[in-house]
C-alpha cells in the first residue's frame, strides 16, 4: 500500500512523539512491504512561533493530501482548526478504564465517548453515521447525551434514522451527569457515549480523569477518506510515552489506512513487551524499576518485527 501520513507536532515534546510514531510506520512498511510517506507540519506553539497561528492554511493543505495525520497530542492547541479544515464531523476519545472501576470485571473495559464537533445539520448527519459505523466494527453499544434546546428535535430525528442499522443504540438518551455516574458505576454497559459538543468536552474531563494511564487514552476523527488521530499527552509529563505513540498508530493503520492485521501486529508488539514486564516512566507503579522511553520504543520495534514475520507466515491471528 502507498499511502501519505502526516505528523504534527507543537512542541519538542510533540516531536518526540512524532519521532516514535515514525518509527514505528518506518518498522511497519518494512515488515508488509507498504510504501509510507511520511511528513512533518507545525501546529500550537511551534506553528504559533512561525507564523503567529496556532494552524496555517499551508498546512491545513498539506494534511488534505494525506491519508491519516498522526497529532502528538490530543489537547494541542489548533486541533479544532484541524477538524474544520478536514471538515470531521466526529472526534471519538478511547479509554481503557482501569479494573477498580469495573465492578466484577476482572481485566480493564474500553469505553469511548464520541463527540459531535457540530450540531449544524448536515455535520451532525454525518456525525451520527460514523458513531454508528464505529459501533458496527467495534460491536459495541451506542449511547447518548442529547442537546438541550432546538437541537434536541433533530438530535433525536437523527438517531431514529440510525436504529435500523444499528439495534443496538439506547433508546434512552442520558443526561451528562447520568453519562458521568454510568461511566463511574457501569462503564462495561456503555460501549460509545455519543454527545453534542459542550457535553462531550465535559465526558472527556471525566474520562481522561477517571482512567489513570494517559498511555492508553487516545483520539481518533474519521471519515470516508481521512482521518485524524492523537495520543492524550498528561500536562505534567515531560516526556511522552512510546505505548501511547504505538497505541496511536495501531488505531492510524486500523481506521485511517484500513490495515487490520498490521493494526494488530502493533498491538501485539506493545502487549508482548507489556506483558513480559517492562514500563516505561509514565507505566510504572510503586516498587516498579522503568526503562527509558527510546529502550521501550526499540523493544516495541523488536516485537513488530517479530509479529510481522509470524503474521506474514500465518503464524498468529
Same mark, same amino acid.
Given at each position: 500500500m502507498?499511502?501519505? =501520513?502526516m505528523l504534527? %507536532?507543537?512542541?519538542k515534546?510533540?516531536?518526540?512523539?512524532a519521532?516514535f510514531?515514525e /518509527?514505528?510506520?518506518?518498522?511497519?512498511?518494512a515488515?508488509?512491504g507498504?510504501s509510507?510517506?511520511? @511528513?512533518?507540519?507545525k =501546529?500550537?506553539? /511551534?506553528s504559533?512561533?512561525a507564523?503567529?497561528?496556532?494552524?496555517?492554511?499551508q498546512a491545513?493543505e498539506?494534511?488534505?493530501? !494525506?491519508?491519516?495525520v498522526f497529532v !502528538?497530542d490530543?489537547?494541542?492547541e489548533g486541533?479544532?482548526?484541524l477538524y474544520?479544515a478536514?471538515?470531521?464531523?466526529?472526534?471519538?476519545?478511547?479509554f481503557?478504564?482501569p479494573?477498580?472501576?469495573? &465492578?466484577?470485571?476482572e %481485566?480493564?473495559?474500553?469505553l $469511548?465517548v464520541?463527540?459531535?464537533l457540530?450540531?449544524d445539520?448536515?455535520t451532525?448527519?454525518?456525525? @451520527? #453515521?460514523?458513531?454508528?459505523l464505529?459501533?458496527?466494527?467495534?460491536?459495541? #453499544?451506542?449511547c447518548?447525551?442529547?442537546p438541550?434546546?432546538?437541537a /434536541?428535535a433533530?438530535?433525536?430525528?437523527?438517531?431514529r434514522v440510525?436504529e435500523t442499522?444499528?439495534?443496538?443504540i439506547?433508546?434512552?438518551?442520558l443526561s451528562?451527569?447520568?453519562?458521568? #455516574?454510568?461511566m463511574?458505576?457501569?462503564?462495561?454497559?456503555?460501549?460509545l457515549v455519543?454527545c453534542?459538543p $459542550?457535553? &462531550?468536552?465535559?465526558?472527556?474531563s471525566?474520562?481522561?480523569?477517571? !482512567?489513570?494511564h494517559?498511555?492508553?487514552i487516545h483520539d481518533l476523527?474519521?471519515d470516508?477518506?481521512?482521518?485524524?488521530?492523537?495520543p492524550y499527552?498528561?500536562?505534567?509529563d515531560?516526556?511522552p %510515552?512510546?505505548?501511547?505513540?504505538a497505541?496511536t498508530?495501531?488505531?492510524l493503520?486500523? $481506521?485511517g489506512l484500513?490495515?487490520?492485521t498490521?493494526?494488530g501486529?502493533?498491538?501485539?508488539a506493545?502487549?508482548n513487551?507489556?506483558? %513480559?514486564g517492562?514500563r516505561?516512566?509514565?507505566?510504572?507503579?510503586? &516498587?516498579e524499576?522503568?526503562?527509558?522511553a527510546?529502550? @521501550?520504543l526499540?523493544?516495541?520495534?523488536?516485537? =513488530?518485527?517479530?509479529?510481522?514475520?509470524l503474521?506474514?507466515?500465518?503464524?498468529l491471528?
Amino acid at each position: 500500500m502507498r499511502a501519505r =501520513i502526516m505528523l504534527l %507536532s507543537g512542541s519538542k515534546r510533540d516531536a518526540v512523539n512524532a519521532d516514535f510514531a515514525e /518509527k514505528i510506520l518506518i518498522d511497519i512498511s518494512a515488515a508488509f512491504g507498504h510504501s509510507f510517506s511520511l @511528513m512533518r507540519e507545525k =501546529i500550537g506553539e /511551534k506553528s504559533m512561533t512561525a507564523s503567529g497561528e496556532a494552524f496555517t492554511d499551508q498546512a491545513a493543505e498539506a494534511c488534505q493530501q !494525506c491519508q491519516a495525520v498522526f497529532v !502528538c497530542d490530543a489537547d494541542v492547541e489548533g486541533i479544532q482548526e484541524l477538524y474544520d479544515a478536514l471538515a470531521l464531523p466526529l472526534r471519538i476519545r478511547s479509554f481503557c478504564v482501569p479494573v477498580s472501576l469495573c &465492578g466484577r470485571h476482572e %481485566s480493564p473495559v474500553s469505553l $469511548y465517548v464520541g463527540s459531535a464537533l457540530s450540531l449544524d445539520e448536515e455535520t451532525l448527519r454525518q456525525a @451520527m #453515521r460514523d458513531a454508528v459505523l464505529f459501533c458496527q466494527e467495534e460491536e459495541l #453499544r451506542l449511547c447518548s447525551v442529547a442537546p438541550t434546546g432546538a437541537a /434536541k428535535a433533530d438530535w433525536e430525528a437523527n438517531l431514529r434514522v440510525q436504529e435500523t442499522m444499528c439495534p443496538q443504540i439506547s433508546a434512552s438518551p442520558l443526561s451528562a451527569p447520568d453519562a458521568i #455516574r454510568e461511566m463511574i458505576t457501569a462503564p462495561e454497559r456503555m460501549g460509545l457515549v455519543l454527545c453534542p459538543p $459542550y457535553a &462531550g468536552s465535559i465526558l472527556l474531563s471525566a474520562g481522561t480523569a477517571l !482512567c489513570n494511564h494517559p498511555s492508553v487514552i487516545h483520539d481518533l476523527a474519521v471519515d470516508e477518506e481521512m482521518g485524524v488521530f492523537a495520543p492524550y499527552l498528561a500536562p505534567e509529563d515531560e516526556n511522552p %510515552s512510546p505505548v501511547a505513540a504505538a497505541l496511536t498508530v495501531a488505531k492510524l493503520l486500523r $481506521y485511517g489506512l484500513r490495515l487490520p492485521t498490521e493494526a494488530g501486529c502493533v498491538e501485539a508488539a506493545v502487549n508482548n513487551v507489556i506483558s %513480559s514486564g517492562w514500563r516505561s516512566p509514565q507505566q510504572e507503579s510503586p &516498587g516498579e524499576a522503568a526503562i527509558a522511553a527510546q529502550g @521501550m520504543l526499540e523493544l516495541i520495534c523488536e516485537q =513488530i518485527t517479530v509479529a510481522g514475520e509470524l503474521m506474514n507466515r500465518g503464524g498468529l491471528g
